[in-house]
């Protein structure tokens, strides 16, 4: 039993590590710190591995354990914020990307609310249903915050393209 | 299919766009348009959410000790436990039963840190305003002045916990202030290899504060205005406290 646990277990961590810890550093942007939090994943995994039911469902509650993580460590602590925050506030405005921040700065400016779905959806490749389930909350607020965080992503790349025309 | 809801779904979730909106797609060209310049930033996107994962990471997660399964089941450990805390617990703080980090162990390995880290001092980075303050007000203690010169933050591992680290301009040259949560300390004052640390146990966590040796931690403390509570003693009664080993909060 044990032994098919681990082997179980050694299989997911080969899996989903490198996916993991590139979501966590997004959250957190240091590679020690991404490396911990996807550590303390995997031991939690193991402790609580016999209380998942469906092993369909792994992934999503490997990524469930990580954002716990990330709770604790405090990497999203500037975003708890009430549910009255108008977002539309804390998106990257024209005036900062036209300071030619790089991508990765858009992303790292983008309010957990925004940046937590973007990395489930194209780091996770998760749909905006199983987001919703992840996050308890409707898949139109999921697909209104993955339309605007694309939306300024756009507009970053589209300030670029007429800085390269023009150039 | 309206374009304009073709374009929210596109942008929503740009691989899966369903029958409708493949149809859409084949129908409208300013649509398939929008759509091919979705998709490419899509492609840059992924390039860039992919930083390299540092080698051996899968390695040193398997090799990480496991915890063993207990020879118990959950409620009867907690149940034993339970029976344990009530029955020592009218002689003592039971929260006090928790084992402290030497004093003396952990202010050395803050100096070990901040010196392992010397481009700490010299990075000037990003800091909101206020994070100070909240890093304080978060284990426990509150800061009265609040014009304290922030010139990097970052969250660091320190003695084998996450916490936030602090670079503070002063008068005298940058200072260091480590903040870290929900781990118990003791007081201790250390000067360790041209550096002065000291650690401050707070309700919630502790802070160190790490000097050249040349400046006094306590005068900064001072100057920073933080204020740290008499540590609170447990508010639950022995009976509560019981009640909460019962039912364990994940």
Known sequence: MLAGK??????????????????????????????ELVQETFTRAWKSWDSLQDPARLRAWLYSILRNECSRAFVTARTRQTAALDLEQDLPTVASIEADLEIRQIIELLPPEYRVPL????????????????????????????????????DHWRVQGQRREVG | MICLEFRRLKLADPRRLGEDANRHHAACPNCAAFSDSVDAAERDLQAVLA????????????????????????KA??????????????????????KDVPAQELARRVIDHVA?????????????????????????????????????LELCPVAGR?????????????????????????????????????????????????????????????????????????????????????????
């Open chain 2, 77 to 98: 450990v907690w149940a034993a436990l339970t029976t344990a805390a009530i029955m020592v617990g009218a002689f003592m703080d039971f929260a006090w039963v928790l």
């Open chain 1, 119 to 154: 990395l489930l959806q194209s780091i996770g490749g998760f749909s905006c249903r199983d987001i919703a389930s992840m996050l308890a909350i409707s898949e139109g607020a999921v697909m209104t915050r993955l339309t605007r965080a694309r939306r300024a992503l756009r």
């Open chain 2, 162 to 250: 996450i916490g936030w680290h602090f670079v503070l301009e002063t008068a005298s040259g940058p200072a260091t202030l480590i903040v870290i949560p929900d781990q118990k300390a003791t007081a201790a004052v250390l000067t360790l290899g041209g550096w002065k640390a000291l650690v401050r146990p707070m309700p919630h966590g502790y802070y160190a504060l790490v000097t050249p040796a040349s400046i006094e931690p306590a005068d900064l403390e001072r100057n920073l205005g933080i204020e740290f509570p008499e540590l609170a003693k447990p508010t639950l009664t022995l009976a509560q406290l019981g009640k909460s080993l019962v039912h364990p909060q994940e």
């Open chain 2, 51 to 74: 930083v390299e994962v540092p080698d051996g990471v899968n390695e040193r997660i398997l090799l990480q000790p496991r915890p063993r399964q207990p020879l118990l089941g959950r």
């Open chain 2, 116 to 152: 392992m880290e010397p481009n700490a001092l010299t990075t000037a980075g990003t800091a909101q305003p206020g994070a100070l303050a909240a890093s304080i007000e978060y284990v426990g203690g509150t800061v009265q002045k609040r014009q304290a010169r922030v010139r990097y």
């Open chain 1, 6 to 35: 681990k082997a179980r277990f050694e299989t997911a961590v080969r899996a989903y590590s490198a996916d993991l810890y590139r979501f966590a550093w997004w959250m957190c942007q240091d590679r020690f710190v991404a490396e």
